[in-house]
């Protein structure tokens, strides 16, 4: 269904890894937030959805602002500098408190992912039609749709591990402290639910004493996934300078079209044929 000869594109690549690595800090991110706004914050399931709103107005506000920067700056510059604006907000995210303000951290570090958001999926796109011929259109966008997926499912399943980890090791030892038993510790290391559980149940004195380190065992967790993420969009920003073209569609004869392709002849076209074009645009 899909030749893998594609992904010996440098260019193909970087803007498909870009992609992937975007979609999994966020998608970690997401995991991680939702329940700080359930159980740190104490939203209810409608409240917490409406409190992520921020993501799609700022992610649809920048959108044809990044298309546009792209055409000025190239590609390279947009996606890496969109890279960078996600780290950046995963970073402002692992400093933030159980009890930041809304209209504060929280605002700023979804808005800095959502805009870094923006300027990284559409110039990325651009990039992977861009590299392909268009008899190879469809398995582009195929590939678009699939390194969301996979770099969403990533990073849920790392970012959560991660998140987990931290918290369950922070929880526990907070709970022995305050007296609970070992056993209480160990179930309420399963899941900031359980451990909220756990906390209510707790006699009236050392209730809120037992929230307290639920809330401050799940905040060190969330650090810990948001500096993962925030690696991880780094990283793939140093990649996109690297590998991404300057920009991803060249001018041929007046009209637009791909560049070649590295390392791939399709059918009907020759090496002398992408040599002669390559001439043209130099």
Wanted: net charge positive; hydrophobic share 55%; charged share 10%.
């Amino acid at each position: 269904m899909l030749d893998v000869r594609l992904f010996r594109n440098l260019r193909f690549s970087a803007a498909s890894g870009s992609i992937a690595l975007a979609f999994f800090g966020l998608f970690g991110f997401i995991f991680m937030i939702t329940q700080y706004f359930q159980v740190v914050r104490g939203y209810d399931p409608l409240g917490a959805g409406l409190a992520t709103l921020p993501f799609a107005f700022v992610t649809a506000g920048f959108s044809p602002v990044a298309m546009l920067v792209m055409r000025r700056v190239g590609t390279k510059l947009v996606v890496a500098g969109g890279l960078l604006l996600m780290s950046a907000g995963f970073l402002v995210a692992a400093t933030t408190s159980a009890d930041a303000p809304y209209w504060g951290k929280v605002i700023i570090a979804m808005a800095l992912m959502a805009a870094g958001l923006a300027f990284t999926t559409g110039p990325a796109t651009d990039a992977i039609m861009g590299a392909l011929p268009r008899a190879k259109a469809g398995a582009g966008s195929a590939v678009n749709d699939t390194t969301r997926e996979v770099g969403g499912t990533l990073g849920v399943a790392i970012v959560g591990s991660v998140l987990n980890s931290a918290y369950g090791a922070h929880v526990a030892s907070g709970l022995t402290a305050l007296g609970v038993p070992a056993a209480a510790g160990r179930l309420a290391g399963q899941s900031v639910v359980a451990g909220m559980n756990v906390a209510a149940a707790l006699p009236a004195p050392l209730r809120s004493a037992g929230v307290s380190v639920v809330q401050s065992a799940f905040m060190a967790g969330l650090h810990r996934g948001s500096f993962v993420a925030a690696c991880a969009a780094f990283a793939a920003a140093l990649v996109a300078l690297v590998l991404l073209p300057s920009r991803a569609r060249v001018e041929v004869d007046g009209t637009a079209g791909t560049e070649p392709s590295v390392g791939l002849t399709e059918a009907g076209e020759s090496l002398p044929a992408l040599t002669s074009v390559q001439g043209r645009v130099g």
